[in-house]
T-cell receptor
Framework: DGGITQSPKYLFRKEGQNVTLSCEQNLNHDAMYWYRQDPGQGLRLIYYSQIVNDFQKGDIAEGYSVSREKKESFPLTVTSAQKNPTAFYLC????????????FGPGTRLTVL | GEDVEQSLFLSVREGDSSVINCTYTDSSSTYLYWYKQEPGAGLQLLTYIFSNMDMKQDQRLTVLLNKKDKHLSLRIADTQTGDSAIYFCAESDNTDKLIFGTGTRLQVFP
């Protein structure tokens, strides 16, 4: 089955710890994205990558880091510098222009205690 | 910068039609999208419309686009309890990024 997976579904961490969220896709898509979702605020773009070994900051990149060493994988690290990390994190992938349909993973809910 | 706005809540009776509205600011948008998000899940693409169209129908879904007013709507006919979800409008800004609205939570009651 082709798709995009995120793990874990739920993640709990203590304040001050870094944590890495996994995102894998087997759709052979070039572009991948990380969004943060908070109630009433829609989706905000954290980072995106259009090609392996390259990525760009989105609207709210501060306190986050990413890597794109393989086409299939785009992990997101939430660092201790992120002031309010508790949120629902969504990963997406996209074949490319012009149609731009994005396929989403099931999400990871991160709670910082 | 680009902005996409939606009302936050809509409540309808089962069997009625639902209309979810969206306004956007980027006049260069090429595609506009409607996504559905069920509780605790990712987003699924429901339908999209190309900017040179003014209407698209797909079974119970009808999308209307008023490009002059930058207004997009999604009509769901014969709304069912399974349609209860958050609906996101999004626009493509001619890059590989989508700009999402805040989402409209649709509640269907019997």
């Amino acid at each position: 089955d082709g798709g995009i997976t995120q793990s874990p579904k739920y993640l709990f961490r203590k304040e001050g710890q870094n944590v890495t969220l996994s995102c894998e896709q087997n759709l052979n898509h070039d572009a991948m994205y990380w969004y943060r979702q908070d109630p009433g605020q829609g989706l905000r773009l954290i980072y995106y990558s259009q090609i392996v070994n390259d990525f760009q900051k989105g609207d709210i990149a501060e306190g986050y880091s990413v890597s794109r060493e393989k086409k299939e994988s785009f992990p997101l690290t939430v660092t201790s510098a992120q002031k309010n990390p508790t949120a629902f994190y969504l990963c997406a992938s996209q074949m490319g222009s012009p149609y731009n349909e994005q396929f989403f993973g099931p999400g990871t809910r991160l709670t910082v205690l | 910068g680009e902005d996409v706005e939606q009302s936050l809540f809509l409540s309808v009776r089962e069997g009625d039609s639902s209309v979810i509205n969206c306004t956007y600011t980027d006049s260069s948008s090429t595609y506009l999208y409607w996504y559905k998000q069920e509780p605790g899940a990712g987003l699924q693409l429901l339908t999209y419309i190309f900017s040179n169209m003014d209407m698209k129908q797909d079974q119970r879904l009808t999308v209307l686009l008023n490009k002059k007013d930058k207004h997009l709507s999604l009509r769901i006919a014969d709304t069912q309890t399974g349609d209860s979800a958050i609906y996101f409008c999004a626009e493509s800004d001619n890059t590989d990024k989508l700009i999402f609205g805040t989402g409209t939570r649709l509640q269907v009651f019997p």
